[in-house]
């Protein structure tokens, strides 16, 4: 079955770095959009980025353009996120998800996120 | 930015139904999208283009739309439906963007 599992939260320091990974597994994942979502603690869902299939379109929200980079390498089924100039507002759940292979584009499988928290 | 608004809370008995709506401008024109989310998981899709279910999803779950306005409904509310609810598109238009609605949880009294 479908599977995503992300890595890498941690806390860090206002205006620090961090890279997440998302390992993907049991569907072939060079076919699919993908997306990280993310969710502040209490708070609702805010979609972050999102990256075609074969990396040839990329999308921000605009409270992370120009500071995150997403990517992903198909040969290892992964993707990733570069998080830099991280901000306190930036603390949160972050989701990878697979989107549906449709025009309208929802999102049918989740990992089960890993936590940013931005703090000195 | 395109903004979807839904009630902050809804409460139902068991075994009634429960309406949670999200509202947007020009959303009659858009697919949407709902998911679930219970406390400590991931959100999970419930419902996808205004009315489809994914497999796995129960009938008792269903969306609709009518004018600006889209329903998530429950019928025969369980108290295993105690969960945030999220209305969900991509708007396709100006800045091409995935939109949340404002999460709505639902209480089983």
């Known amino acids: 079955q479908v599977q995503l599992v992300e890595s890498g939260g941690v806390l860090v320091k206002p205006g620090g770095s961090l890279r997440l990974s998302c390992e993907a597994s049991?569907?072939?994942?060079?076919?699919?959009?993908m997306s990280w979502i993310r969710q502040a603690p209490g708070k609702g869902l805010e979609w972050v980025s999102t990256i075609t299939s074969n990396s040839g379109y990329t999308d921000y929200a605009d409270s992370v353009k120009g500071r995150f980079t997403i990517s992903r390498d198909n040969a290892k089924n992964s993707l990733y996120l570069q998080m830099n100039s991280l901000r306190a507002e930036d603390t949160a759940v972050y989701y990878c998800a697979r989107e549906m292979a449709t025009v309208t584009r929802p999102f049918n499988s989740w990992g089960q996120g890993t936590l940013v928290t931005v703090s000195s | 930015s395109y903004v979807l608004t839904q009630p902050p809370s809804v409460s139902v008995a068991p075994g009634q139904t429960a309406r949670i709506t999200c509202g947007g401008h020009?959303?009659?024109?858009?697919?949407v999208h709902w998911y679930q989310q219970k406390p400590g998981q991931a959100p999970v899709l419930v419902v996808y283009d205004d009315t489809d279910r994914p497999s796995g999803i129960p009938e008792r779950l269903s969306g609709s739309k009518s004018g600006n306005t889209a329903t998530l409904t429950i019928s025969r509310v369980e108290a295993g439906d105690e969960a945030d609810y999220y209305c969900q598109l991509w708007d396709s238009s100006g800045d091409e963007v995935f939109v949340f609605g404002t999460g709505t949880k639902v209480t089983v009294l």
């Open positions: 049991g569907f072939t994942f060079s076919d699919y959009y």
């Open positions: 020009n959303i009659g024109s858009k697919s």
